[in-house]
């Protein structure tokens, strides 16, 4: 695992093979139609949406009790501007070298601090990275946006709650995918990205949401927003 829990299955779903002739087996085509789902963002770039295992939490309560570090920040860059990491197997006995963990390395300017964990020195109005599972990735002169379970990246000039766990590399990554960090200031538009998992994905995020602004009701109040 590179960047969070759910991606340590990775390697098993992910069947983009990144080749020189950009060609892709008959096989690996064939399970890429049942593991993942194509679909035009802005006329531009393709999203290619993959499926991985990761911990779920049902309640704020949970998610917050495990989260390492919580924080009211936005971040700096938009997206197509943040590093984007993706990171390959080695090609072996005349195979190409495949698609192995994608991320995004993600700056964000910290207005609150809201759990951190003992000696951790992270302060209010701090910058800091931060992974989140999705990526652009170029291949053959052609670039796709790669992104597990829907996550929606969050967007410069929003602001968030964000729930992160230390991924034991020293950086701290998203958990929960879109139920790890919940937009502030305004309503996202979830439909076109929620309707290719389960059904009741939104309703669990409005749920979760309502849930993260009880608890941090008071600290959202003092924040001008």
């Known amino acids: 695992m590179r960047t969070l829990k759910m991606l340590i299955t990775i390697q098993c779903i992910?069947?983009?093979?990144?080749?020189?002739?950009?060609?892709i087996s008959s096989e690996r085509s064939e399970a890429n139609e049942q593991s993942q789902e194509i679909s035009k963002v802005n006329n531009e770039i393709e999203t290619i949406f993959i499926h991985g295992n990761y911990v779920v939490y049902e309640s704020?309560?949970?998610?917050?009790?495990?989260?390492?570090?919580?924080?009211?920040?936005?971040p700096i860059d938009s997206f197509?501007?943040?590093?984007?990491?993706?990171?390959?197997?080695?090609?072996?006995?005349?195979a190409p070298k495949?698609?192995?963990?994608?991320?995004?390395?993600t700056t964000i300017k910290i207005k609150k601090v809201l759990k951190s964990?003992?000696?951790?020195?992270?302060?209010?109005?701090s910058e800091l990275d931060?992974?989140?599972?999705?990526?652009?990735?170029?291949?053959?002169?052609?670039?796709?946006?790669?992104?597990?379970?829907n996550y929606i990246e969050i967007e410069k000039d929003n602001h968030y709650i964000i729930y992160l766990k230390d991924n034991t590399?020293?950086?701290?990554?998203?958990?929960?995918?879109?139920?790890?960090?919940?937009?502030?200031k305004s309503?996202?538009?979830?439909?076109?990205?929620?309707?290719?998992?389960?059904?009741?994905?939104?309703?669990?995020?409005?749920?979760?949401?309502?849930?993260?602004?009880?608890r941090f009701e008071n600290e959202i109040k003092d924040y001008d927003l």
């Open 130 to 149: 931060i992974i989140e599972p999705v990526s652009i990735i170029e291949n053959g002169g052609v670039q796709k946006k790669f992104t597990v379970e």
């Open 60 to 74: 704020e309560i949970d998610l917050y009790e495990d989260a390492d570090l919580v924080v009211l920040a936005n």
């Open 14 to 23: 992910l069947f983009i093979v990144a080749c020189s002739n950009n060609e």
């Open 117 to 125: 964990p003992e000696g951790l020195d992270i302060q209010d109005n």
């Open 169 to 184: 590399y020293g950086e701290f990554g998203v958990i929960n995918m879109n139920n790890g960090r919940f937009n502030l």
């Open 98 to 105: 495949t698609l192995e963990d994608f991320f995004t390395r």
């Open 80 to 94: 197509v501007d943040r590093e984007h990491v993706a990171r390959y197997t080695p090609p072996q006995g005349g």
């Open 187 to 214: 309503e996202e538009q979830l439909q076109s990205l929620m309707q290719h998992s389960h059904n009741d994905d939104i309703d669990k995020h409005e749920e979760m949401k309502k849930q993260v602004f009880e």
